[in-house]
């Protein structure tokens, strides 16, 4: 079987949903919003902790590059990976960093996973509004 990569925009059934989400991850981090962006679907629903809906691989983008267009730094880290069925929580943390100083929040990430891409990513201030949002998706893809 040959190697997958990132460019395949197909997860191995064998390689799960965790895994997809730890991937997207370590491609954020090690090369930004454009090395994760294979890994979503193009269709990707993004919705960030302030309840914005960015829709679409242009969305993603725009998105993370509103934070270079005001000269600040957008990062993300994960801690812990917690499968759910066809999604994944992730807890983590965000820092923003500006001339100003530096903001950052512990948040929960929900990763929707769909035909092995991940399909919505959703940012959420407490595990509760996070699990209400996977209860929630679990509902819709009924």
């Known amino acids: 079987m040959p ?5 395949d925009k197909v997860v191995s059934v064998m390689e799960g949903s965790h895994d997809l989400v730890r991937r997207m991850w370590t491609a954020y981090r090690e090369g930004g919003v454009e090395s994760a962006l294979p890994l979503l679907d193009p269709d990707v629903e993004f919705v960030a902790v302030d309840g914005t809906t960015y829709p679409g691989h242009d969305g993603v983008r725009g998105f993370f590059n509103a934070f270079d267009e005001q000269g600040q730094t957008f990062e993300a880290s994960p801690y812990s990976f917690e499968g759910r069925g066809e999604a994944v929580l992730v807890a983590g943390h965000r820092r923003i960093r500006s001339a ?5 929040a512990y948040l929960y990430f929900v990763h929707v996973i769909r035909d092995g891409l991940i399909s919505r990513l959703s940012a959420h201030t407490t ?13 819709t893809a009924r």
């Open 127 to 139: 595990r509760e509004s996070a699990l209400a949002d996977l209860r929630d998706s679990e509902q």
């Open 100 to 104: 100003d100083g530096t903001s950052g």
């Open 3 to 7: 190697p997958l990569h990132l460019t």
